[in-house]
């Protein structure tokens, strides 16, 4: 059985809605971090995001504000991208 993919709505700064598949959850230094696609283009390129909680529970999705934080999960993310090509 396949897969199902699970697709997420976001707001952005204009108060638009896009839609975009979650195609992968890494941790990085005991934070997790989400990896998504446009789901309305044929896009590749990739967003990354910082999956926190707020007071009350609920995780959010945050930009990562450091470069040296962001170039670290990239290349976390792209080394597990090459080693699951390898299998």
């Known amino acids: 059985m396949a897969e199902q993919e699970e697709v997420i709505t976001l707001i952005d700064e204009e108060g638009a809605e ?4 979650v ?3 890494i941790e990085v230094d005991g934070s997790e971090y989400a990896i998504l696609l446009p789901a ?11 999956i926190t909680s ?11 504000e450091e470069d040296e934080e962001w170039e670290k ?12 090509e390898k299998e």
């Not at 896009?18 to 598949?21: A, P, S, V």
């Not at 309305?40 to 910082?50: P, R, T, Y």
């Not at 707020?54 to 990562?64: F, H, K, Q, R, S």
């Open 23 to 25: 195609i992968d959850i």
């Open 18 to 21: 896009l839609d975009f598949t």
């Open 73 to 84: 999960v990239a290349e976390a993310w792209e080394e597990k991208v090459a080693e699951e």
């Open 54 to 64: 707020d007071d009350e529970g609920n995780e959010l999705l945050v930009d990562i």
């Open 40 to 50: 309305e283009n044929d896009s590749d390129e990739a967003i990354i995001l910082k």
